[in-house]
């Protein structure tokens, strides 16, 4: 049997908990994993810190709102751009609130025909630029989100040496050097952990997606 035809249920399944409001743990996960998401993204995009955090406050809160009128699909990526749309609009009410306030600061004197209507204002965040910015984001924040799960779980010694080799990219002599470790145990260890961490990735994109 096709694997994507078996994981399939398994989407629709952690998607239909998310309907449901008091479900904390679902919700927990979901925040965990994707709030970085939305806040890059909206950084990206141009927003102040402050406004990024609107921007994952209220993006969450669309998501509960929305949720139980989500329709699932099995094709790809229905997920992944459902909350897309939903980050940009969030970003657009940022971007239309500056701009009402530099409106306020900035207005004519009676009379003058210069100003220009808000919503013409707002800088167009839609289209290819920031759908590329989302995908980039998206690949980087499933690759983090699912080596901070297996960091929570894996022993603690093999991710200290696959988080020293793999991703502050020691040298293996350094390494062994300072910690009085073999080479065998360093290479072992990103071997091992580096599996955890590519079938957490699996396992998120089959979730959400």
Known sequence: MNDNVELIPTRRTLLSRLKDWNDQQSWKEFFDTYWKLIYQTAIKAGLTDAEAQ????????????????FKYRAEASSFKSWLLQLTNWRII????????????????????????????????PHGSALESIWDEEWTRNLMDAAIGRVKRRANSRQYQLFDLCVLKQWPVSKITRLLKVRAGQVYLAKHRVGALVRKEVKRLETQYS
Do not use: F, H, Y
């Not at 701009?99 to 808000?118: C, F, I, Q, Y």
């Open 93 to 124: 009410d940022q971007l239309r609130r500056r701009n009402k306030e530099d409106l306020v600061w900035s207005r004519p004197r009676a009379g003058t025909s210069s100003e220009t209507a808000t919503g013409e204002r707002v800088p167009d």
């Open 54 to 69: 609107d921007v994952v406050q209220e993006t969450m809160i669309s998501v509960c709102k929305k949720m139980p009128e």
